[in-house]
């Protein structure tokens, strides 16, 4: 198969030829048979012409015979080349083995590296594709997700680093829905017609329901978010009943322990509204109090502005050529900073909506941004030197470079400064995490160590991401086991520790008050936290794919949050009982 366009050509000449019913199992079984596919399409290539032909005849009109040319005007190759077609068929009618009337999925949408593998070749996937039994859908990387569409609206999500295997079954009551999670995560929401699916450690059987399944290689964990899902050990007959708002878990070692339900710690809420944002993952938003405006960042480059009132746009700009990976907003100087994966960071004017200046380009895309409380400084993730990872301290006023500092041994992960004061903290790939102070003097300002105030984290975590609560004296930290972690920010003491997703955490984030905290995951879910308590309050559960970022919403009692399903949704939460208000 050579074009798209000549396997269309195909496709329609032979819709003249045969019923609807035929072409759409000629088309099946063509995709299935790579070889038998070629063979086609080298038939479409000679039939170009009189398929063009064709097309330019009205049907009212007699057809003019030029014997001189060919018997009824055509050439020997056209003859050839109609006859191969319809043999084609009724080969693939005879010899090619696909099983009548199963429906098949199609991939609806991805992002990053998504392949295909049909057990002879591996391809990239793309927006259309059909799956057929044999087929594993894998997306590869952090950035990898896949949505596949059964025919009656049945939708599948894969999450990164996941596997899946579309396999063949014999039982008609499952119309060739058997699929097998090699590794990795994913959601679905299922329709009418029942699904069998299986990990290395478990099997389930559900219709008119909405699950997650997370299975890495030692243990596979359910939870139900609507409807009933069966689920069993791999290999035993004994099964349970899993209903919303519970979820159960199993591994090797258990086979023979009776699975056990667990009722999900929080209730899942649902979100009061959802607000697109351009054509890909939205991985950053913040909110401008003073402006009452959530500022999101586009995949598209673009960065757009949301009145949480009329939960309406209110306007955008261009910002950067490709992904926007972070923003900052300095409440004092009513000023924003955007870093995209071009390697570009540009200090904006939220007043005018232009851009002040831009800053020399970085060794690598920063992810994290944060001002000082004054916003005078501007601290960035440079890159990783020959000495170890870099921080950088800009001028907001001109754009000036104020000072290069190697802040870790390796690479810089995040970074952040207090709202009340000039301590920097930095998270570094040697897992650790370093405070800094920013002191004046005659040669500019230097970035200074603050004695025995590091955080050592374990060898088998590493941090990812870092927050201050409003008034600075609190720091709470989020690792790659999904715990979330709560220190005092003058001694470095641990004070707490939450397990709080399944998966990495992606981003933490404090209320304006420090008695709640939100935190993302990979586990495509928010968490809302009581921090006085040591208690989840509530699972927010919205967004199809990853939840990038929560942020609180100052004076609304709300929460927004940005997901990689191209969404922005909006809590209205009730602070009495943490529900949503209808």
């Not at 119309?175 to 699904?195: C, F, H, N, W």
């Not at 100087?333 to 007043?351: V, Y």
């Not at 304006?512 to 928010?526: E, M, R």
Request: glycine share 8%; with cysteine.
């Amino acid at each position: 198969m050579k074009t798209n366009q000549d396997y269309e050509l195909a496709i329609n000449y032979l819709a003249d030829l045969l019923s609807a019913e035929e072409v759409v199992l000629f088309e099946k079984r063509i995709c299935q048979e790579l070889e038998l596919a070629a063979l086609v399409i080298e038939c479409a290539q000679i039939e170009v012409g009189l398929y063009e032909w064709t097309k330019s005849q009205p049907l009212s009109e007699p057809v003019r015979l030029k014997l001189p040319s060919g018997f009824l005007g055509w050439s020997v190759n056209r003859w050839v080349g109609l006859v191969a077609l319809v043999g084609v068929a009724i080969f693939a009618a005879i010899f090619v083995p696909v099983e009548a009337g199963t429906p098949l999925p199609r991939i609806e949408e991805t992002f990053g590296d998504v392949r295909i593998n049909n057990g002879k070749q591996e391809k990239t996937a793309s927006q259309g594709l059909y799956l057929f039994p044999g087929n594993t859908l894998s997306t590869l990387g952090e950035d990898g997700y896949a949505s596949v569409l059964f025919p009656d609206e049945t939708r599948v999500e894969l999450g990164n680093n996941t596997r899946l295997v579309f396999q063949k079954t014999a039982n008609q009551a499952f119309k060739g829905r058997k699929l097998y999670v090699e590794q990795g995560s994913l959601t679905a929401d299922i329709s009418s017609v029942p699904m069998f699916l299986a990990t290395p450690h478990a099997e389930v059987i559900t219709d008119h329901s909405r699950f997650r399944c997370d299975s890495v290689e030692e243990v596979t964990r359910f939870e139900t978010e609507t409807g009933l899902l069966k689920v069993a050990r791999l290999g035993e007959r004994s099964s349970i009943d899993l209903q919303k708002g519970y979820f159960t878990q199993t591994s090797v070692n258990e086979k023979g322990n009776p699975l056990i339900l667990k009722k999900s710690a929080s209730p899942l809420l649902t979100p009061l509204i959802s607000l697109v944002d351009g054509t890909g993952p939205v991985r950053c938003i913040v909110y401008a109090p003073e402006l009452k405006l959530i500022i999101s960042g586009g995949a598209d480059g673009k960065v757009r502005f949301w009145d949480p009132i009329s939960q309406l746009p209110e306007g955008e700009f261009q910002a950067h050529t490709s992904p926007v990976f972070a923003l900052a907003y300095s409440r004092s100087q009513k000023i924003l900073a955007t870093s995209g994966q071009d390697r570009w960071i540009t200090i904006w004017d939220l007043i005018t909506k232009t851009a002040k200046f831009r800053l020399p380009r970085h060794r690598q895309e920063s992810s994290s941004l944060s001002f000082s409380p004054d916003g005078s400084i501007l601290a960035t993730i440079f890159g990783t030197s020959p000495e170890g990872g870099e921080v950088k301290l800009w001028s907001t006023f001109d754009g000036s470079q104020l000072g290069t500092f190697v802040a870790h041994g390796s690479g810089v992960q995040a970074l952040a400064f207090s709202p009340k004061s000039n301590l920097l903290v930095t998270l570094g790939k040697d897992k650790a995490a370093r405070f800094w102070t920013i002191e004046k003097n005659e040669s500019g300002i230097e970035l200074r160590p603050v004695l025995r105030q590091v955080i050592s984290c374990s060898p088998l975590v590493e941090p990812r991401c870092l927050e201050f609560s409003h008034d600075g004296k609190l720091l709470v930290l989020g690792f790659s086991d999904g715990t979330i972690s709560f220190f005092d920010s003058v001694t470095a003491k641990l004070l707490k520790t939450f397990k709080a997703h399944s998966r990495e955490v992606l981003r933490v984030s404090f209320d304006p008050t420090t008695k709640l905290v939100a935190s993302t995951g990979k586990d495509c879910k928010t968490h809302i936290w009581d921090i006085s308590l040591g208690k989840e309050l509530a699972t927010l559960v919205g967004h199809r794919f990853l939840t990038s970022q929560a942020v609180f919403l100052e004076n609304f009692n709300s929460l927004a949050t940005a997901g990689w399903d191209r969404t922005i949704k909006l809590w209205k939460i009730d602070q009495r009982q943490l529900s949503l208000v209808k």
